[in-house]
C-alpha cells in the first residue's frame, strides 16, 4: 500500500457498540467476531460482524476516526438490548455525557492506541506523525454529536466545545429542532436558534440525517463549515428516503466548499441489495460510482471522502465484497486510478478533504 495515503473516516459509532454490546476495539476485528460467537452476543445478530480492530486501523493506515455521541429516541429503540436510547432531553444528555466519560476513559487506558483530538492545532500534530513517523500510531478521535437532543439548552454549547466536541447533527431521527431520516420536516425555531449558536462557537454543522427541507434551509442560513458526514448522493443510490442526498443539497454543499463522506453500506450503495443477501452481489465499484457522481458535479476531488458509519447497525455481512475490515478500505485506490483519479486526488479522498475541514 502506499504510505503517502493516510485514511480519514468521518463517521464511527465506537462508544455506542462498546456500551452498548462490550466491543472493545483495542482488541482486532477477527479476536472481537470469535469471542462474540464463542460467548453467543446478541451483537452479531443485531449489528453484524464488526469491521473494526485496532490492528486493521493500523493495517488499513486509518489515522484519524469521527467518534460518535449517538443515542436513539425511546420511540425508535431496536429492542432489550438497546441501551443507549432517551425519552427527553434530560436523558439524552446523560447518555451522551455517559458516552463522553466513556471516550476519555478509554484513550486514558489505552494512549498507545487511541487519542482525543480536541482541537485543530492537535488534528494537524497528529495527521503529521503519520505521515513522518513510523508506526504503529495511536487512531486519533474527534467528537461528534449524532442528533442534539442531548443540548437542552444553548447555554450548553460552550461546555461541550470544551470538551472537544468539534461537529454536530442535530437530527438523527427527527428532534426538536428539525426533522430526521424517516420522520420529515423543517427547522424549527429552536432549530435555528441551535445554528446561531453553534456558528458563534465554531462548530461544524452535518446535514447526514437532517430531513432534506431541513438541509435546505441550514445550507442558507448557517455561516459556519457545513458538511455531510456519511450520506450518499439520492440519484446514484436509486432510493426514495429522505436519508439521501438529493442533487440541490449535494450543489449547496459544494458551494459552500463542504465535504461528503460516501457511506460503504450495500444497501445504500444500490437499489437492488437488502440485508441478508450476498454480500458479493455489490463491489467497491459501486462505492467508486458514489464518489465518481460527487466528483463529476464538482468538477474535483476536493469535496468527496469517506464516512463509513462502522460498526452502525450493520457488520461484514452488509460491505462490498472485496471489504473484510476497515483495513480494506485503501482497495478503492486501484479503481480510482482506472477512472483517471490522480495520486493527489485519491489523497483528497482517503483523507486531506476531511482534514482541510477538521485542522482549519
Known amino acids: 500500500m502506499n504510505k503517502a495515503w493516510l485514511l480519514f473516516d468521518a463517521h464511527q459509532d465506537l462508544a455506542w457498540n ?84 466513556y471516550y476519555q476513559r478509554w484513550t486514558e487506558a489505552h494512549p498507545d492506541h487511541w487519542r482525543l483530538l480536541l482541537n485543530a492545532d492537535a488534528v494537524r500534530a497528529h495527521w503529521q506523525r503519520w505521515q513522518t513517523e513510523d508506526g504503529p500510531h495511536p487512531v486519533g478521535l474527534i467528537l461528534l454529536m449524532e442528533g442534539a437532543e442531548a443540548i437542552q439548552t444553548l447555554d450548553d454549547l460552550p461546555w461541550w466545545r470544551e470538551q472537544g466536541l468539534r461537529i454536530i447533527g442535530p437530527a438523527w431521527a427527527g428532534t426538536r429542532f428539525c426533522g430526521g431520516t424517516g420522520e420529515p420536516g423543517p427547522l424549527t425555531d429552536e432549530g435555528r436558534a441551535l445554528l446561531r449558536a453553534m456558528a458563534e462557537l465554531g462548530f461544524i454543522l452535518d446535514l447526514s440525517h437532517m430531513d432534506v427541507t431541513a438541509a435546505r434551509e441550514a445550507l442558507d442560513l448557517y455561516d459556519g463549515p457545513i458538511v455531510a458526514t456519511h450520506a450518499n448522493p439520492q440519484a446514484v443510490a436509486r432510493r426514495p428516503s429522505n436519508r439521501f442526498l438529493p442533487d440541490d443539497v449535494i450543489r449547496g454543499l459544494l458551494a459552500r466548499d463542504g465535504v461528503i463522506g460516501i457511506v460503504p453500506y450495500n444497501r445504500f450503495l444500490v437499489p437492488d441489495w437488502e440485508p441478508g443477501m450476498p454480500k458479493e452481489r455489490v463491489t ?72 482541510r475541514i477538521f485542522a482549519a
Open 18 to 101: 462498546a456500551l452498548t454490546f462490550g466491543r472493545e476495539y483495542t482488541r482486532s476485528a477477527y479476536e472481537t467476531r470469535r469471542i462474540e460467537h464463542e460467548t453467543g452476543s446478541i451483537a452479531p445478530q443485531v449489528n453484524g460482524d464488526t469491521l473494526l480492530g485496532w490492528p486493521e486501523y493500523q493495517q488499513g493506515r486509518v489515522a484519524i476516526a469521527l467518534a460518535t455521541l449517538f443515542a436513539a429516541p425511546e420511540r425508535r429503540r431496536g429492542g432489550p438490548w438497546d441501551t443507549q436510547v432517551y425519552a427527553t432531553p434530560e436523558e439524552a444528555a446523560r447518555v451522551y455525557q455517559g458516552q463522553l466519560a
Open 284 to 355: 467497491l465499484d459501486a462505492v467508486v460510482a458514489h464518489i465518481d457522481y460527487i466528483a463529476q458535479m464538482a468538477g474535483d476531488a476536493r469535496h468527496v471522502a469517506l464516512g463509513t458509519d462502522f460498526d452502525g447497525g450493520f457488520g461484514v455481512q452488509s460491505v462490498p465484497a472485496e471489504i473484510d475490515t476497515i483495513a480494506d478500505l485503501p482497495r478503492l485506490a486501484d479503481r480510482l486510478a482506472r477512472l483517471g483519479y490522480t495520486e493527489a486526488d485519491i489523497r483528497a479522498v482517503f483523507g486531506e478533504n476531511w482534514l
